[in-house]
T-cell receptor
Framework: SQQGEEDPQALSIQEGENATMNCSYK?????LQWYRQNSGRGLVHLIL?????REKHSGRLRVTLDTSKKSSSLLITASRAADTASYFC????????????FGGGTRVLVKP | KAGVTQTPRYLIKTRGQQVTLSCSPI?????VSWYQQTPGQGLQFLFE???????NKGNFPGRFSGRQFSNSRSEMNVSTLELGDSALYLC??????????????FGSGTQLSVL
């Protein structure tokens, strides 16, 4: 079963626009992470936010975490064609080693 | 530093055969995890090894097994292959040893097709 559910499943935007995707999860977490995957390749870590943090920025990325609602959002500002990829949220639990539970992903298409 | 290396990149097998996939983590990383990715089930955790010991296991049948060597390299084995085992198998390593769900570095994966 998947801990995280992502919304929307797919997103199509123009270059320069912002892209927002959301992730909901079910249990208490230690941290929440976002990864990017290009076309069937490996995942690339984007950002990690811990359960005691509410917002984090990294370059054009902004992540929020609301533990009371068990949800997170990833915002990509000023999107580029190179941002076209699938984005996954993943949760880490305190008693689960380095096991991450991934959501179903959001496929983002950035049109030039 | 070299990234996580998985071999082979592609593999075609027939039902009933067995397969072994290999993963070399980033130098110095002692935690190695394996994930299966399929269009239907998404990314699912298989198991994690830390210092040659299995630290965590997902909900997969016993046909899926793994091991880790003293140099942290890891292998996973799938015996008696089924059509449903066709998937992208991803290996990931972590530099953090606290085991609290830390940042993972992924390899490019092995695409397994079972015919």
């Amino acid at each position: 079963s998947q801990q995280g559910e992502e919304d929307p499943q797919a997103l199509s935007i123009q270059e320069g626009e912002n892209a927002t995707m959301n992730c909901s999860y079910k249990t208490s977490i230690n941290n929440l992470q976002w990864y990017r995957q290009n076309s069937g390749r490996g995942l690339v870590h984007l950002i990690l936010i811990r359960s005691n943090e509410r917002e984090k920025h990294s370059g054009r990325l902004r992540v929020t975490l609301d533990t009371s609602k068990k949800s997170s959002s990833l915002l990509i500002t000023a999107s580029r064609a190179a941002d076209t990829a699938s984005y996954f949220c993943a949760t880490g639990l305190k008693a689960a080693g380095n096991k991450l539970t991934f959501g179903g992903g959001t496929r983002v298409l950035v049109k030039p | 530093k070299a990234g996580v290396t998985q071999t082979p990149r592609y593999l075609i097998k027939t039902r009933g055969q067995q397969v072994t996939l290999s993963c070399s983590p980033i130098s110095g990383h002692r935690s190695v995890s394996w994930y299966q990715q399929t269009p239907g089930q998404g990314l699912q955790f298989l198991f994690e090894y830390f210092s040659e010991t299995q630290r965590n296991k997902g909900n997969f049948p016993g046909r899926f097994s793994g091991r880790q060597f003293s140099n942290s390299r890891s292998e996973m084995n799938v015996s008696t292959l089924e059509l449903g085992d066709s998937a992208l198998y991803l290996c990931a390593s972590s530099s953090v040893d606290r085991g609290l769900g830390e940042k993972l570095f992924f390899g490019s994966g092995t695409q397994l097709s079972v015919l």
